[in-house]
């Protein structure tokens, strides 16, 4: 663990009819839990998501085999993670429905319902394996409730990416209903991120909790790849996504090159808006074949400037993402995680960051 060092990352400055504001983070620390750490006699490992809840943080699992949720706490003192606990573990696991044995349950990312006491998941599913994504919900003890149709653009097999479906998901800021996005473009909307500018937008959905519908839906250009190609493997994507107030999201980008061994990701936050001129595509099938807005989005932090303030100057798999407490002088904070894949691709870190989080009007 890291000193807590204040470090102005960004400021991006936004200008809306006559209106000035400025959001800034900063980095203030950094937490690596030891390896091959068990609880109640499972490994933790594989954090792909988190949600701050009810005073206590939800991790989701990312272990196909053995899809569970963890709960514990995550102490946050003077600008500084000081440890990290575990209270309880939530197995998926029901015989009263099929849900679970019929859909590929390769979770990606986690909410909890405040108002109904429910957690939300999103998969990604198993294209290879004619597995669709899926985006349920289930109870404090795992059992499944209902699952959310997914609109007809998200449905189809043919044009979804293995490995690139459903990443990240958010709560809306009203709690009327959450947003989910895509990894990667699908095939009939555009080009997977190379070293060049593409268009490579990726979609981000609406679902509303009353009618359980998705009812909005809009793009999320991707950039480019800027490091040189040294491996088999250039790939960048959406990993986690987080509106911290109406309409306007932070989005992580992750790059992961091959060639690079444990240096091999470059995580950088987005600010994305929605505004009047975004276009709603959940009624466009193929976005190549159609003039659209995507998202304004602007840089607001990149690690490449903080990894002298990182273990051996590595940031790893950064796949987590949620409003923390407060802290002391009133700013939110922010707090990521890393899924390390459980080490099965070499030595990686089960890795927490924490930011602050500051907005000037």
């Known amino acids: 663990m890291k000193n807590g060092l204040l470090v102005l990352i960004a400021a991006v400055l936004f200008l809306s009819c006559g209106n000035q504001k400025q959001v800034e983070l900063y980095f203030l620390d950094e937490y ?18 988190l949600d701050y809840a009810n005073n206590q943080y939800y991790f989701v699992v990312d272990d196909a085999r053995n899809p569970r949720v963890l709960s514990g706490d995550i102490t946050i003192s003077n600008y500084e993670i000081k440890s990290i606990g575990f209270k309880n573990i939530i197995f998926l696991n029901d ?3 099929k849900f679970y044995s019929e859909n590929a349950l390769d979770l990606e990312s986690i909410f909890f319902d405040e108002q109904t006491n429910e957690i939300n998941l ?5 294209i290879r394996k004619n597995k669709l994504p899926s985006v349920f919900k289930i109870d404090e003890n795992g059992a499944f409730l209902e699952s959310f149709p997914l609109p007809k653009n998200l449905s189809d097999l043919k044009v979804i990416k293995h490995n690139a479906a459903f990443e990240g998901s958010s709560k809306s800021i009203d709690h009327k ?3 989910t996005a895509f990894e990667a473009p699908l095939k009939d909307d555009g080009a997977e991120p190379t070293f060049t500018k593409t268009s490579s ?13 998705a009812t909005k839906q809009y793009a999320y250009q991707l950039e480019h790849i800027t490091k040189p190609s040294k491996g088999d493997i250039n790939l960048n994507g959406v990993t986690a996504i987080l509106e911290y107030k109406k309409n306007h999201f932070f989005v992580i980008e992750r790059t992961y090159q091959n060639g690079y061994g444990s240096y091999g990701n470059i995580i950088r936050i987005f600010e994305a808006i929605i ?18 807005r995507p998202l304004k989005k602007r840089l607001i932090f990149n690690f ?9 100057g590595i940031i790893d798999n950064i796949e987590g993402l949620t409003l923390g407490p407060k802290l002391p002088n009133g ?9 390390d894949n459980f080490q099965s691709f070499g030595k990686q870190l089960n890795q927490f960051i924490l930011l602050e989080l500051q907005i000037n009007k």
């Open 304 to 312: 490449e400037d903080v990894k002298e303030n990182l273990t051996s």
């Open 331 to 339: 700013n939110q904070s922010l707090v990521l995680v890393a899924d």
């Open 122 to 126: 999103v998969s990604e599913g198993a």
């Open 275 to 292: 505004d009047e001129k975004t276009t709603n595509i959940l009624e466009i099938d193929a976005l190549k074949t159609t003039k659209f």
């Open 177 to 179: 209903g959450f947003w």
């Open 201 to 213: 937008p990726i979609r981000i959905t609406y679902f509303d909790k009353k009618s359980k519908k």
């Open 32 to 49: 690596v839990l030891s390896d091959s750490i068990r609880f109640k006699n499972t490994l933790i490992g594989g954090l792909s998501g």
């Open 95 to 97: 015989t009263a429905t």
